[in-house]
């Protein structure tokens, strides 16, 4: 078992520039989430999908975030134009029927 | 929607000593319990979790306690050891359906002495 399998691991990036964060999953687990972490808001839940369907995005700060998951295996979460107040780590988890969530090593994402 | 409270925000104690996390959720409908340790640059795990037909969860030296009357639950660690040094989440869920989302507490930075 692999675990969840995130990239980049860092990204360093300057403003207005497009990021893109990619996540696979445990194979077989059909929730997606992604969360994004800081010390002054601590873990935010951006975007959560099941059965690769988006359930909630209530999270997601502007429409400058978008998230997909064209198939079960594989998701990605754009930031367009990014800015620096995007700077965070950025984790993506999946769970299976356990409810447990397992969390991948996150996208340390700077933006100068 | 939920809103979780965790105390203390820090917490430092001499090793073989026990620590107690507090944490306080808002929504009736949560009935799911986990708490995730994160060492320093590292992702959160999962130690232990608990679900509202249950009052109490003991794995070796951690335990869970849930009180749904009073909205809150507790993580106890005992006989802490420098490893247990981490940053400590607690997070509550409405579970059931197709609603997952965890609203986790802003953690607590235990620092174990040696």
């Known amino acids: 078992d692999a675990g969840v399998i995130q990239s980049p691991r860092h990204e360093v990036t300057e403003m207005g520039q497009e990021v893109t964060l990619r996540c696979k999953p445990i194979s077989g687990h059909n929730s997606l989430f992604w969360y994004r972490q800081t010390m002054m808001r601590g873990l935010e839940l951006l975007i959560y999908?099941?059965?690769?369907?988006?359930?909630?995005d209530s999270g997601m700060p502007e429409d400058r975030f978008s998230a997909k998951m064209p198939n079960a295996s594989f998701s990605t979460l754009k930031i367009q134009p990014s800015e620096p107040r995007d700077s965070a780590v950025y984790f993506c988890a999946s769970m299976g029927r356990q409810e447990t969530q397992y969390f991948g090593p996150g996208t340390r994402l700077l933006v100068l | 929607g939920e809103n979780v409270e965790q105390h203390p925000s820090t917490l430092s104690v001499q090793e073989g000593d026990s620590a107690v996390i507090k944490c306080t959720y808002s929504d009736s409908a949560s009935n799911y319990f986990p708490w995730y340790k994160q060492e320093l640059g590292k992702r959160p795990q999962l130690i232990i979790d608990i679900r509202s037909n249950v009052g109490e969860k003991k794995d070796q030296r951690i335990a869970v306690t849930l009180n749904k009357t009073a909205k809150h639950f507790s993580l106890h660690i005992t006989e802490t050891q420098p490893e247990d040094s981490a940053v400590y989440f607690c997070a509550a869920s409405p579970s059931g359906g197709s609603n997952y989302k965890l609203t986790f507490g802003k953690g607590t930075l235990l620092t174990v002495n040696p």
């Open positions: 999908f099941n059965n690769n369907v988006p359930i909630d």
